[in-house]
């Protein structure tokens, strides 16, 4: 014989059906509340996947290294920069456009959190590995290759603010 206790079928039977009925509408109300949609109207726009043009980003920052090398200056990520300025971006064809180029990019990446301009400085800049930055942040690898791609994507989304960098429609 088995040592388990066994019910009887019809175990709510003590319970009347008032209480029934009251306890069924508790549960109607609980699991219909969290059936509500809101109208089309206030729902927010879905984000942009920014992990698409984080190369974009990438080679852009390598283009800033080397424009701010031209114009005889050290990129402000990997230092303080000399003067700024506001500058309005365009294609680089002269001296003066490299150094609008320059203040442009420079302004977007004022914009961002320290850990990111340093994240983005070692790795892409001065060309560190992830693992290597980890060690010169003395942080775990994994939380260094998860917050890089986030660094990037906040300054793509500073870089589409500024309209340096422009999405394709």
Same mark, same amino acid.
């Given at each position: 014989?088995s040592?388990?206790l066994?019910?009887?079928?019809e175990?709510e039977?003590s319970t009347?059906?008032?209480a029934?009925?009251? +306890?069924?509408r508790r549960? +109607?109300?609980?699991n219909?509340? =969290?059936?509500i949609?809101?109208?089309?109207? !206030?729902q927010a726009k879905?984000? %942009?996947?920014?992990a698409f ?8 920052? !390598?283009r800033?290294?080397?424009a701010?090398m031209q114009?005889?200056?050290?990129p402000? /990520?990997?230092?303080d920069?000399v003067? =700024? *300025?506001?500058?309005?971006? !365009?294609?680089?064809?002269? @001296? +003066?456009?490299?150094?609008v @180029?320059?203040?442009d990019?420079?302004?977007? /990446?004022?914009?961002l959190g320290?850990?990111d ?9 001065q %060309?560190?590995?992830?693992? %290597?930055?980890?060690?010169?942040? *003395? ?5 260094i290759s998860n917050?890089f ?5 906040r300054?793509? +989304?500073?870089?589409? %603010?500024? *309209?340096?960098?422009?999405l394709?429609k």
């Amino acid at each position: 014989m088995s040592a388990a206790l066994q019910l009887p079928w019809e175990w709510e039977s003590s319970t009347s059906q008032a209480a029934k009925r009251i +306890e069924q509408r508790r549960w +109607e109300r609980r699991n219909t509340t =969290r059936l509500i949609v809101k109208p089309a109207s !206030r729902q927010a726009k879905p984000p %942009e996947c920014l992990a698409f043009y984080r190369k974009h980003t990438v080679s852009l920052l !390598r283009r800033y290294l080397y424009a701010s090398m031209q114009i005889g200056r050290a990129p402000s /990520i990997l230092s303080d920069p000399v003067s =700024r *300025g506001w500058a309005s971006s !365009r294609p680089i064809r002269t @001296f +003066e456009d490299a150094v609008v @180029f320059v203040l442009d990019i420079e302004t977007c /990446i004022a914009r961002l959190g320290p850990l990111d301009r340093q994240l983005l400085g070692r790795i892409v800049l001065q %060309e560190y590995t992830q693992i %290597e930055a980890a060690s010169i942040f *003395g942080m775990c690898v994994r939380t260094i290759s998860n917050r890089f791609p986030l660094a990037l994507d906040r300054l793509t +989304e500073k870089l589409l %603010e500024a *309209g340096i960098l422009v999405l394709p429609k």
